[in-house]
């Protein structure tokens, strides 16, 4: 009876973002003139996937009580490297995804090695190597186009078995290998450590640096995995300095609704997930209710607005005024 | 009473420390770095029409990194500002369209909405507890939004009011292009209200320790909300200044402004923590982050060129002096 008191205040947030979602989605299939077939799913999954990624990678980071503002832009330049690198032959192309996974790696190695051995503050770092990585994608496809394995593309972004999306199952693996492994090993819980308390961390003896940094890596591979799946998804590479902007915004925001603390040391990438594909069928409710697409911006804005004024509702809980000020 | 020499105190320990501020004497020195290296390539970089140019160049990017810097102060941060701009110079070039009154009026607008958007902001990170992070990026979203709605999706047609032109590429006096002098005059307001009012003490007091100021005596939050509205104003104002220099508002003519501001501000030796920095380093900041752009695209380098440079250019300045305490 305890344990299961301990694991439901453990898991709240993220319980609350599937809940979310799950309303959200019944509401949009209910309302989608095709209603709630195989291909609806099929399309919303791979849409609601890349951003679950990003996600994914924003709260590996935000996990240690950073933030990495360069997410979109890594996502952008893996992109633009996949749709040079993940063409041609089976092996060609499996060198292709290492190279592209690899350079997202390093991309990621940088933020950390900036942010932790360089002592800079991350929100202007990430700013900075964000501008660096997205530079970079520029020069690799200065005009959108490029091509990728249309294979594997489609392999990866069509359906299992006719029904299961094949987007879903590759993001069950890389929780699966990635995040799982991650959150349960030391490392995991140093990041998890060094975001609640990095004092009392250091104090104990827990490797908070080697956290942090793997942190950073895995966010920077992660985001990776996104910028492979556009491309399969859209078949181009496209330097595109709004659209990597707007997954860091939106990686923020599923962040928040995935019940991920700001402030460190709380939640988990499962619910980032839940609030990524939360934040996504929201935003796509618009179209299922005919409304004028120019309104969507707006919609999505005043959701975010609203998604981050609840979590004002701790105050009232607040016995001391002084815990106002963290 | 107590709180006089408390806070007289305290405006004098900074200023001792700003004399010497070696953050502010590295970024001059890059200043002068800078322009050595571009006079090797070109003479006319040390001509004063160039450097006139630079300078009036520089002065939309200081008015709008003057609202940043102050937000920093606090140890917060508004990343707000590409839609506060964009808004700014959209409603004020909306409100010209509405007979003669609309353009007597089209300036105040533009700050109106910008210190609205400030305000919601402020609300957020003072009273709510929001960080300040999160609630402005919702509120650069919620901006957009309704800039998208309202121009349809397309740059607005309505153009900017002889007004607005005058201010930012008129000149009162002969040889002082408008825009400087506006930055210069919303400048020495802000270093009079930074280092001479109460106000700007509890600015540099909430950076240090807000829950100290709190037990001051000080409503914090209240002055968290001015310096949100203030930084919005301003934003919305660099807005004003930059549709006059375009006589027109565009899309996205905030974005370019948003990692500049905050550079800018942390060049010049301002800690993104809060409670460190000084105005003159801000305008160090300011010139050198425009100095750079200036001379990277003189050299033709290609947009993807200058990002990556830009980008390393302020992680190795950061990485110079920005660099937080060894940890214990």
Redesign the interface.
Known sequence: MKDWRYWFAEQRGTLLAFGIFVVMFIIYTSNHPAGFTANVVQTASNKGVLLAFVAMAQTLVVITAGIDLSVGMIFTLTNCLASWLVVGTGLETAFGVIAVLGTGLLCGAINGAIVIYGRLQPIVATIATGAVYFGIALLLRPFPGGSVNEGLADALTGRLFGIVPASLVTLLAVVLVVWVPFSRSVLGRAAYAAGSSEMAAYMSGVPIRRGKFAAYTLAGLLAAIGGLFLTFFTYTGDAAYASGNAYTLFSIAAVVLGGVSLFGGKGSAIGAIFGALAFRTIGDLLFVFDFDPLWQPLFQGVILLIAVSLGAFALFRVRNRLEWFL | MSETTVSGLAGRMPKFLRRADPAVLTAFACIVLLLFLGSLYSRSFLSPEYLLQQLKVASFLGVIATGMMLVILLGQ?DLSVPWSVAAGAMMACAAAAYGPVGVALAIPFGIFCGVLIGVVNGI?VAY????S???T??????????M??YT??FSPQDSATGAMRYLATGFAVPGVPNAVLIWALIGAAMVFVLTRTGFGRTVYGIGNR??AA??SGID?RRVVMIAFAVSGGLSAFGGVLLAGYASKAAQ?MG?AYL?PS??AV?LGGTS??GGRGSYLGTVAGVILITLLQSILSVMQM???????????V??AM??LY???????
């Open positions: 941060i957020g709510l507890r929001i960080p992070m999160i609630i990026l919702a509120t650069n979203a919620v901006a957009q939004g309704l998208v709605v349809g999706g807000e829950r709190y037990l914090t996205s974005d990692l905050i550079a942390v993104i923590l290609p947009e993807a060129g200058r990002q990556i440079i830009y980008g390393v302020i992680v950061l990485l920005g660099r937080a305490p060894a940890s214990r």
